[in-house]
């Protein structure tokens, strides 16, 4: 993985936006780069005089977003064949209702907070999303992403890297405890229709 920072982190400084906007692109269709460290630097870099800030701020919003979109359409064509494949399972069925019920929000904080399943998400949304909606979701949580990741990086310069590791842990964190979170609610939930079962029977 480093080497691959090493790779776009250079490419950012020699090819500017163009580049940024691509590997946000790629990014978000599932390429396993750093996308977050790359918005970070992207900030650091503009205050340095290295990158234009409006510019690729504009230009990496729409790489952002075509990834998604694609991203988006392959669950909407493999919809179909996810459906079989995991159709019968109940781990499944419970994740797609509780998707349901809170898409949009689903969809908006992993744009920025929860980006380790920002894909799962966006694959999630094309089987069961109108793409409308998800088009504007996806606008506003990217747009928060690049100026608060870009902002932070602009705004401590040289110790972008600094930051964008307490990100990432914070981020990690942060999944961690939805987890955590959804595990609790599903067990307690679990629970409560267990209990009803009899109550039901009778």
Sequence with gaps: MSSISDFFLTGLISYGAPLF???LMLGA???PIPTSLLVIAAGAFSRQGMLNLVPAAGIGLL???TGDSISFAMGRWGGNWVSRR???SSIWNNAQSTFNRSSRWSVFFTRFLL???AIPVNLMAGSSCQYRRF???V???EAIWILVYGGLGYLFGSQWEVISQFLSDFGGLALGLALLGGGIYYFMRRRMQKSMEPELAS
Excluded: Q, S
Aim: charged content about 0%.
């Design 86 to 88: 995991f159709g019968g």
């Design 139 to 141: 606008v506003a949580g």
């Design 21 to 23: 906007g691509l590997a």
């Design 29 to 31: 269709i599932g390429i």
């Design 63 to 65: 790489g952002a977003v």
């Design 115 to 117: 980006t380790a399943i």
């Design 135 to 137: 088009l504007v979701t």
